[in-house]
């Protein structure tokens, strides 16, 4: 009999739709928090809701449902709160609670439901995908200017201490996919984050993350969206492929040129590399934003998939955040 029994994954609990008494003086008690309003007003989270909870089976006790734990992920990335921090301000912030919709009958989830929850966003490849998702709605409202794409790369160090060139040679060392990279003659240890970004609102189009030694060239054709007129991007990228494959698309080729031992660069050419630079140093304040905001300079877990899943939520955050902005420069 044991052997035939199926373990059963938890139940997703229904959303209770009624609204309670001590719901309803809550909301006229919390103040007003525009960014988390504004996302709750404009950005439907139901397609990926639906995709997470298909990764639950029927039976069990009921667990915290999905588009819950979905909204605590995107909060943690716009306030930088790792799961103890977000368990602690879920339990003392009422405009927390209302944004992640949780109930007057609803416990609020710990800190290990929290980090479980991580890995089920990756087992349904939402780490892959969800900036698809949430761009798709930013572009119905027009917030995406396609016409001009800019492309860069930044390193992102590795949660762990630097191992020996062997051991990350060898992919022995503690996080086995990081690896080292040089620039300017330092060298660092972990991952690349790849972006895209439309250069008239700096909203982030692609992300993309790799281990370090990943040269910027290598990617730009996977980074780089079909449907835009113009990339810009810096030296790194200036390759023979890439610029056939842009001329095979009709693209505009921003991308700056590199000197070499038998290329000289003319007076011409670098004039050319001074207007370049002028469009495209403007994905420079996405990193910025990304590293003080965000404090986006060393991944938090092991492995290319959690990361990516950590840049993919920080890209979420960092857009849902210029939307509000965006939004409120709108007139009325």
């Known amino acids: 009999m044991a052997d035939r029994m199926v373990c059963q994954r938890p139940m997703q609990p229904k959303q209770d739709k009624q609204t309670t008494f001590f719901e309803m003086a809550v909301q006229q008690r919390g103040g007003v928090n ?103 709605q930013l572009e119905a409202r027009g917030l995406f200017i396609k016409r001009t794409t800019l492309v860069d790369a930044t390193i992102v160090e590795s949660s762990r201490k630097r191992p020996s060139p062997q051991a990350a040679t060898a992919g022995t060392a503690p996080d086995a996919q990081a690896s080292y990279t040089f620039v300017r003659s330092r060298s660092f240890y972990g991952y690349k984050a790849h972006i895209s970004s439309d250069a008239g609102h700096q909203l982030i189009r692609r992300a993309l993350l790799t281990t370090a030694n990943v040269c910027e060239g290598q990617v730009f054709q996977r980074i780089t969206p079909m449907d835009t007129a113009a990339v810009y991007a810096d030296k790194a990228y200036d390759t023979k492929a890439n610029k056939t494959w842009l001329q095979e698309r009709g693209m505009v080729n921003g991308i700056l040129k590199k000197a070499a031992r038998h290329i000289q660069l003319t007076a011409d050419d670098l004039e050319e590399n001074h207007e370049k630079s002028l469009v495209r140093r403007h994905i420079e304040r996405v990193f910025a934003q990304m590293k003080q905001w965000q404090n986006y300079r060393r991944v938090r877990y092991l492995g290319l998939a959690k990361n990516q899943l950590e840049l993919t939520l920080k890209v979420v955050a960092y857009n849902l955040k210029r939307m509000a902005k965006l939004l409120q420069w709108q007139p009325a």
């Open 34 to 136: 525009t960014v988390l309003e504004t996302i709750t007003r404009e950005i439907d989270f139901t397609e990926a809701e639906k995709r997470v909870a298909a990764t639950y089976r029927s039976g069990g006790r009921p667990a915290c449902r999905a588009g819950l734990l979905l909204r605590v992920m995107i909060l943690q990335h716009i306030y930088n709160l790792s799961d103890p921090q977000a368990q602690e301000q879920l339990q003392d912030r009422l405009s927390f609670q209302k944004f992640v919709q949780l109930g007057g009958n609803e416990a609020v989830p710990d800190e290990t439901t929290i980090c479980r929850f991580r890995q089920r966003l990756i087992d349904c490849d939402l780490h892959e995908q969800l900036l698809d998702m949430l761009n798709r």
